[in-house]
């Protein structure tokens, strides 16, 4: 169900195929698994937890990884073109993770290349293993997702995250979603009205004071600064959100905090010792989730 496949959105799989992949995750130990197989690591913007954590378990399955960081250090800097990058990876590798700033880039790559392209974020589009992260993390913490009542905080706009966890989300029959945010940093016009169409209860506000005490899920996000068209724009909305310690204290007994991190300040810092803090336990997933994704394209099961 997943050997050879792209993983572009999150969309392209249902919930299933998830729940298959985060069994898979649940028991997968390091081994021999992938030995003789390669994966290249195509990174076109920064990243810290996504490249390392597909780094990390390929190796910890006995595979070996090739890649780059940052255009500068590979012939693009040389006027090479995306599509002839990506030939070349895919005569070298097994299966190519890419991160770019453009949308629709990784569906460019998997045009182009034979071998599985996985998606590790286009732009403000699709991020669609870090929403995999984030489900995961969800029923291993609370047991379940059915039901839920989730908190999406922060910048629903340009936040690839965001996006992606709020169309998995959908899948897993949750009772209501919270949009927390600015009004210029609420969801795109295509999201909302996917969000209409699923029929999945939701409710736009600004007030996260409100709406703490309500759930089961708080998944707080970034500014996307760098994905901002106009730099006055962010200004306007830098610091206009924050996950205070006095706001998380009110929080149900037993809900959780996720962040796909990096943070910066939307999250004050004594919030990392409270009891709801996930986020860091949300970030050790990223390996066991990334290894059963791995391990389930490139050898089936
Ligand atoms: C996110 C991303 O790159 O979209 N980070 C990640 O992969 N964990 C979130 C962000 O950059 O804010």
Do not use: W
Not at 17 to 40: C, P, V, Y
Not at 191 to 216: A, P, Y
């Amino acid at each position: 169900m997943f050997r050879g496949r792209d993983v572009l959105s999150i969309l392209d799989f249902s919930a299933s195929e998830l729940e298959h992949l985060f069994r898979k995750a649940s028991t997968i130990r390091q081994g021999n698994g992938l030995r003789g197989k390669i994966l290249a690591t195509a990174f076109f913007e920064p990243s810290t937890r996504t490249r390392l954590s597909f780094e990390t378990a390929m190796l910890k399955l006995g595979g070996s990884v090739i890649g780059f960081g940052g255009e500068e250090a590979t012939s693009l800097a040389k006027g090479e073109n995306l599509a002839d990058t990506i030939r070349m990876l895919d005569a070298y590798a097994d299966a190519i993770v890419i991160r770019h700033p453009l949308e629709g880039a990784a569906k460019l790559a998997a045009e182009v290349a034979e071998v599985p392209v996985i998606n590790g974020g286009d732009g403000k589009q699709h991020h669609p293993t870090q929403a995999m992260v984030d489900l995961y993390t969800i029923r291993k913490e609370m047991g379940r997702i059915e039901g839920l009542r989730v908190a999406l905080v922060g910048d629903l706009r340009y936040g690839r995250a965001a996006t992606s966890f709020l169309y998995g989300l959908c899948k897993f029959g949750v009772e209501k979603l919270f949009l927390v945010s600015p009004p210029s940093l609420r969801p795109r016009e295509e999201v909302l009205e996917f969000l209409r169409s699923s029929g999945v209860e939701h409710e736009l506000t600004e007030d996260l004071g409100r709406v703490v005490g309500e759930v089961e899920v708080m998944y707080v996000t970034r500014i996307q600064k760098e994905r901002f068209p106009d730099p006055s724009e962010f200004e306007k909305v830098k610091g206009s959100y924050k996950l205070t310690v006095e706001l998380a204290e009110r929080m149900k007994e037993g809900a959780i905090i996720l962040h796909p991190l990096p943070k910066v300040d939307e999250i004050e810092l004594g919030v990392d010792e409270n009891e709801h803090a996930r986020y860091f336990q949300q970030a050790a997933y990223a390996v066991p989730v990334r290894m059963a994704l791995l391990s389930l394209i490139l050898k089936g099961g």
